[in-house]
């Protein structure tokens, strides 16, 4: 079972990547590819992926499991993207769509269990 530091430390990777991946979104609208890779905002994205590197650093230091994390930083990492992309981009989803949400959710309960 994950710890509730590690846990945090999980949802806190799934942050940064989503974060990292709206802003590159968001600066990559309407825009070639060589103007995007230049945005001064790329260097904030760049930081969020290194920082998300710690945190996986640090969570294998104390928890061996790469299936346990991985499948936790996906459906973390996927929500937040997801609530990213209905909050600043009016994306919208289905209700199924909404159940697979709620699935996910009680699949990371399910792995997490012993």
Known sequence: M?????????????????????II????SGRTFVDAFFNPWMLL????YF???LFAIWVFMYQKELGIYSNIFIVFYSI????????I?????SLLQYAGIGLALVGILMMNSH
């Open 89 to 93: 981009f009016r994306e919208h989803l």
């Open 25 to 28: 979104k968001k600066i990559s």
């Open 2 to 22: 994950i710890a509730a530091i590690q846990l945090f430390l999980i949802v806190l990777s799934g942050l940064t990547i989503a974060l990292a991946d709206t």
């Open 45 to 48: 994205v760049y930081i969020l």
């Open 80 to 87: 937040l993207s997801i609530g990213f992309g209905i909050l």
């Open 51 to 53: 920082v998300q590197i």
